[in-house]
């Protein structure tokens, strides 16, 4: 693991909205096939990282991104293809976003995006990555109804499903369980240790639990700063390297 | 016995007051409604079950009320007025408005926006009579010098400033139906690496087709009933139209024209009504559909 290129290197990531500072001048690494963990309070910063990543910025007017990304080596905080990046990095929003369309097109609307249109193709691609979210047992039968009529934890695991139709190299998951029960959580969070031999995933998360459950890896970001990063165990029984982080994942904060 | 939880306070009263109050404005529009429906019919009853003839109303031409010894009432050719004018408007206006509502809805934004917005509403505020002015002082010798045409008071003309007018309160209504689609829906599609015209045409615009339908067809609606512009641009000669320079009369510019220079109680009165009541039951029905349309999207 110590050898192999990060999939993702982060330099000085500084967000700003307005004149407000969302993140800090943030450094880090995230290394090919690893689940790495985001943890912290509310308003740390933890959704606004990712969006830098994805370059979703557009959508937040006042949003501004300094410092470098690179993704595969290369720096893509100026690429001018966001279309082809958001393709190769899938994202789960916290709560589900079914398509107003059907389950099946809720899947093949990404490959159809980037011009599959052989229906055996897309056949298989569908079944493929609903197999990978653990829903394909429940809707085979019922392909064509809306997506959005599913419940909610299904909707969410059709949302991994369609976030994994482009085969993406990067898989951004935001607190994906915030809307979803315990079970479905335990059933989703199994599909992403599988996937982790594909996919390289960041998983933000509210629950410190879950992150040591999943993540390799873990960083605890607090009011816009990242305060630690290192290998999950570490940062809940390790030697301690900032007090603030021990607080936080046993609790004792505020 | 009475608690204070019985007793009926000012508020109580109050509260009484203002449910009775919107209670009795809600009726009384519904009431003046109805009466309305009822005058007219009564007004045109004694043409419909007198010297109307279905296959004649319907199937002919000749719309000669006046001719004092072989009247007839043929509304082929208004209904071909009508229908010729509406349907060009239409074609002006679904792309004009769709096209504005598009842009204001997903593409603008800031100051551009609100601009934007507030001109689309001025727009719909326009008079009637002041688009018809507009067809009978600009458009009518436009149209003869552009296409070197005896007459510019035609189906062409009317049709753009029906379209024109039209297209305002389509898109303003076209632009609530997109705004409706929720953001989550964009910045889902957008993650997914579309672009922006693939997020509207494949995500937003299915979305919010219905809406969509329902702006057209309330647009149609107010095409139809449209009186002033169309009498005056539309020429006012009775006429099946074979090519837009033709000029055509409307059911509604006819009601408007003759309805003064007949006598209460005549046939031509009477006809006058009955095309009322047709007109009626046509909006009716339009604006039933889109009603309908709209609540198909609030169902999903
Ligand atoms: N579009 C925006 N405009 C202005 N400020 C924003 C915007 N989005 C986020 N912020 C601010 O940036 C800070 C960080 O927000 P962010 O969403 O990244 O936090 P978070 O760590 O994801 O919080 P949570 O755990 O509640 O999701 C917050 O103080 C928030 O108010
Ligand atoms: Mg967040």
């Known amino acids: ?254 | 016995m009475q608690t204070d939880l019985d007793a009926r306070g000012f508020d109580w009263y109050m509260d009484r007051a203002v449910a009775v109050g919107v209670f009795v404005g809600g009726i009384s529009a519904i009431v003046f409604i109805i009466g309305i429906f009822l005058f007219v019919t009564r007004e045109g009853l004694s043409f419909v079950i007198g010297p109307m003839d279905l296959k004649e109303f319907f199937g002919s031409i000749a719309w000669r009320p006046t001719s004092i010894r072989n009247p007839t009432y043929g509304i082929l050719a208004l209904m071909a007025g009508t229908a010729s004018v509406t349907g060009l408007a239409m074609l002006v206006a679904v792309p004009f408005s769709l096209g504005a509502a598009i842009y204001i809805a997903e593409f603008a934004t800031g100051r551009t926006r609100e601009a934007l917005k507030v001109l689309v509403e001025l727009l719909a505020a326009i008079p009637s009579v002041v688009w018809g002015f507009i067809g009978l002082s600009i458009m009518n010798p436009l149209i003869i010098d552009l296409f070197d045409v005896p007459i510019g008071l035609t189906v062409l003309n009317a049709g753009v400033i029906l379209g024109l007018m039209a297209a305002p309160i389509m898109t303003t209504i076209a632009e609530d139906a997109l705004k409706a689609v929720p953001d989550s829906y964009r910045e889902a599609a957008e993650a997914m690496g579309a672009t922006r015209w693939q997020v509207v045409f494949q995500v937003v615009l299915p979305a919010a087709k219905n809406g969509l339908m329902a702006a057209i067809l309330l647009g149609v609606g107010r095409g139809f009933g449209e009186t002033m512009a169309v009498l005056m641009a539309s020429g006012h000669s009775i006429n099946i139209p074979t090519s837009p320079f033709d000029s055509v009369r409307a059911l509604t510019a006819t009601i408007a024209a003759e309805l003064g220079d007949t006598a209460v109680g005549s046939d031509h009165y009477g006809v006058l009504f009955t095309l009322g009541i047709f007109l009626f039951l046509v909006t009716f029905v339009i604006n039933l559909t889109a009603d309908l349309v709209v609540r198909g999207v609030r169902e999903q």
């Open chain 1, 1 to 254: 693991m110590v050898d192999a290129a990060p999939k993702l290197s982060v330099r000085d990531l500084t967000v700003r909205y307005g004149d407000f500072t969302a993140l800090d001048r943030i450094s880090l690494d995230v290394l090919p096939n690893e689940i790495f963990g985001i943890i912290g309070p509310a308003n740390s910063g933890k959704t606004s990282f990712l969006r830098a990543l994805n370059r979703m910025e557009e959508f937040q007017p006042s949003m501004k991104v300094e410092g470098k990304i690179y993704f595969n080596g290369q720096d893509i905080t100026a690429v001018r293809n966001v279309y082809r990046l958001r393709q190769k990095v899938g994202v789960v929003f916290p709560l589900p976003v079914g398509l107003p369309m059907s389950i099946y097109e809720n899947v093949a609307f990404g490959p159809r995006l980037a011009g599959v249109r052989k229906r055996s193709e897309l056949d298989e691609i569908v079944e493929r990555c609903l197999r990978r979210a653990a829903l394909w047992d429940e809707v085979k039968d019922r392909l064509n109804a809306l997506g959005s009529l599913l419940s909610g934890g299904q909707q969410q695991r059709l949302t991994i499903a369609r976030a994994l139709s482009q085969d993406p190299e990067l898989l951004l998951l935001d607190e994906f369980s915030i809307a979803v029960d315990p079970v479905t959580t335990m059933r989703i969070e199994d599909v992403l240790r599988e996937l982790k031999d594909e996919v390289t995933i960041i998983l933000v998360t509210n629950l410190v639990q879950q992150a040591r459950r999943l993540a390799d890896r873990t960083a605890f970001f607090l009011e816009s700063e990242l305060v630690e990063v290192g290998v999950t165990e570490d940062l809940f029984t390790g030697p301690v390297v900032d007090q603030r982080t021990r607080d936080y994942v046993e609790g004792r904060f505020g």
